[in-house]
């Protein structure tokens, strides 16, 4: 009997005999990341949309409170976007990881990569933050005009956590972005994904 392939969620699954039992793998970006088995192909394949689901909730419990990921599922999203990731936004990437603190400003980033002015990073850094947020599944702040703040899939306001613990992502964002020294801070979880591979 030939394999069968279906879709679960942003999964591919595979399904097949194998040694006398029936056997599924869930593929993602060209990598399995589970498997099951079973006595028939049903079995497998309801047993692997399980622990696929299973995941996806631990993948979910696992979100700070602005909604980013865990530093694995960072990792993962790096693994996948990395070879294929212009120099320039690898260059912002470890300027960014490389700054005191992790925290950087746009012309320091446009420096980084070469850009002649901030505005260069901005809209840079906001590609390469859609990149992850479409990766790992984050939904990002809006502005007021309804555009999304994708560098927040990669980075965060410093004064959420200290100066206005209580204030939403956006306000604390509306309130700094004008300001000439204005850092965006990366993600603890975006630090310890790019260490993990050997940044």
């Not at 399995?32 to 622990?51: C, F, P």
């Not at 992790?102 to 859609?130: C, D, M, V, W």
């Not at 990149?131 to 702040?141: G, N, S």
């Amino acid at each position: 009997m030939a394999f069968i392939t279906e879709k679960h969620g942003r999964y591919e699954i595979k399904s097949g005999p194998l040694a006398g039992a029936w056997a599924a793998n869930a593929i993602l970006h060209k990598t399995i990341v589970a498997k099951a088995a079973g006595s028939t192909r049903e079995e497998a394949v309801t047993a692997l949309k399980s622990e696929l689901d299973r995941m996806e909730q631990l993948a979910l419990s696992e979100c700070d409170t602005e909604g980013a990921p865990s530093a694995s599922v960072y990792e993962r999203a790096f693994r996948h976007l990395l070879p294929d990731m212009p120099d320039s936004y690898i260059a912002m990437l470890r300027a960014h990881l490389a700054a005191p603190d992790h925290l950087i400003s746009a012309t320091k980033l446009a420096e980084a990569a070469g850009y002649s002015g901030y505005e260069g990073a901005n809209l840079h850094y906001g590609k390469l933050g859609q990149r992850v947020a479409d990766e790992i599944r984050f939904i990002p702040p809006r502005r007021e005009d309804g555009t999304e703040i994708w560098t927040c899939a990669i980075a965060r306001d410093t004064s959420m956590d200290t100066e206005y613990p209580d204030t939403s992502i956006l306000e604390a964002l509306s309130r700094n972005m004008e300001t000439v020294h204005f850092e965006w801070q990366m993600r603890p979880q975006v630090v310890q994904a790019l260490r993990a591979l050997g940044w």
